[in-house]
């Protein structure tokens, strides 16, 4: 199909009213303000997934609109690509900035939230990404292999160059400040995830590619 590990099952990834239950919950939990934003990323917390340079936008971003979340959900490896001392300490110590761990089923957090950024170095095809188009995130990410062939520039989502903490903190802060743009770029990633990532899709074109190699196999 259009690549990734295995498609993406969209009826899952969707804001069910149970998921939106959650969601609301979450929001409440964490005392967020009415109109406040949550930024979400999802992945390993480490230096190769771009956390240096999210966490020195967010500082900014933060400055701008003081009730905004981020929304940390993955692990730190330390030991094995550490993140230097000042972005532990922002870590840490910045209260607008919660740390949730492994987080099994991520849903309720993305629906939750209105970005996923996701400004990592390299990939191989982010299921990450995907799951969070479809739940209608809009999205932020690295323009490398794999997040460039998820979403079209500017439609359904928002690539910057990868390193360039400028380069992401105008993107944040251009979303941040255009409600409606982040509505648009959330409503085509799902559509554009649902109608080139479907699971369902990837599942039919391996089968046909199976009963074309063994046309005689039963």
Known sequence: ?????????TDYFS??????????QLRINENLLSGAWVWIFIGRIVKDKGME?????????????PNDKLWLLGTEERALDPLSQEAIHEMETNTSI?????????????????VL?????????PNVPM??????????LSDINGCNEIV????????VPPKQEPALYD???????????????????????????????LWNKLLDEYNTLMPNKK
Request: hydrophobic share 40%.
């Open 152 to 159: 079209e520039q500017e439609i359904s989502g928002l690539l």
């Open 98 to 114: 919660k740390r949730w761990g492994f987080v099994q089923d991520v849903r309720a957090y993305l629906a939750a939230s209105e």
């Open 53 to 65: 340079e999210l966490l020195t936008a967010w500082k900014k971003i933060h400055a701008e609109y």
């Open 117 to 125: 950024v996701f400004p990592s170095y390299r990939e191989g095809f």
């Open 171 to 201: 993107a944040m802060m251009m979303s941040r400040k255009n409600p409606s743009k982040r509505d648009a770029l959330a409503k085509a990633a799902r559509t554009r995830i649902a109608e080139g990532f479907g699971q369902q899709q």
């Open 131 to 140: 799951q969070a188009g479809a739940m209608e995130c809009a999205l932020i």
């Open 1 to 9: 199909g259009n690549g990734s590990s295995n498609g993406i099952d």
């Open 15 to 24: 804001k069910s009213a149970e998921v939106m239950e959650q969601a609301q």
